[in-house]
T-cell receptor, first 114, second 111 residues
Framework: GAGVSQSPSNKVTEKGKDVELRCDPISGHTALYWYRQSLGQGLEFLIYFQGNSAPDKSGLPSDRFSAERTGGSVSTLTIQRTQQEDSAVYLC????????????FGEGSRLTVL | DAKTTQPPSMDCAEGRAANLPCNHSTISGNEYVYWYRQIHSQGPQYIIHGLKNNETNEMASLIITEDRKSSTLILPHATLRDTAVYYCIVREETSGSRLTFGEGTQLTVNP
């Protein structure tokens, strides 16, 4: 499809396990964002990639969280040694640099840590 | 990006116009006003944006005051499906910095 694609849509894991969440942005979009949203809460910024620039990682809550964007396209968000407080919906969005305020969001990956 | 202020919640009767205000008194000359909404359990959806002129599309109208310090998103005939959290954001059209969302306004459209 032409939209932002995220996988898996749902992930249930045990505390202490590592998880990987994938985001496939819209083709040609140079900017890619990861946000998370806990139940009943607002959107929490995690990390931002823009072209070949160094990513803005200032929103990552701990060093257990990391993200990569390979080849300027697909991105993977990795959470190591998951904790129950990591349970949330993880949302990915992409945009064109010249339309930096028009973000296109995926449907999200719902992570549940037992 | 300039800070925005929105009421936490609003109610509207189905079929009536919903007018959602946003204050952005520190907006700079090259920053646009963007509106998004998030329907429960879905990712946010872009609605509309503008610089200084009023804008209209198939979803909504955006009215920006002459001094650009505030704006109003108008849903002309609100339906139950318009119940969502509405976010107002100000941002340069080309920007290398992150985009953050505030708390937004929970709009509830009542039958």
């Amino acid at each position: 499809g032409a939209g932002v694609s995220q996988s898996p849509s749902n992930k249930v894991t045990e505390k202490g396990k590592d998880v990987e969440l994938r985001c496939d942005p819209i083709s040609g979009h140079t900017a890619l964002y990861w946000y998370r949203q806990s139940l009943g809460q607002g959107l929490e910024f995690l990390i931002y990639f823009q072209g070949n620039s160094a990513p803005d990682k200032s929103g990552l809550p701990s060093d257990r969280f990391s993200a990569e964007r390979t080849g300027g396209s697909v991105s993977t968000l990795t959470i190591q040694r998951t904790q129950q407080e990591d349970s949330a919906v993880y949302l990915c969005a992409s945009s064109l640099f010249r339309a930096a305020g028009e973000l296109f969001f995926g449907e999200g990956s719902r992570l549940t840590v037992l | 990006d300039a800070k925005t202020t929105q009421p936490p919640s609003m109610d509207c009767a189905e079929g009536r116009a919903a007018n959602l205000p946003c204050n952005h008194s520190t907006i700079s000359g090259n920053e646009y006003v963007y509106w998004y909404r998030q329907i429960h359990s879905q990712g946010p959806q872009y609605i509309i944006h503008g610089l200084k002129n009023n804008e209209t599309n198939e979803m909504a109208s955006l009215i920006i005051t002459e001094d650009r310090k505030s704006s109003t998103l108008i849903l002309p005939h609100a339906t139950l499906r318009d119940t969502a959290v509405y976010y107002c954001i100000v941002r340069e059209e080309t920007s290398g910095s992150r985009l953050t969302f505030g708390e937004g306004t929970q709009l509830t459209v009542n039958p």
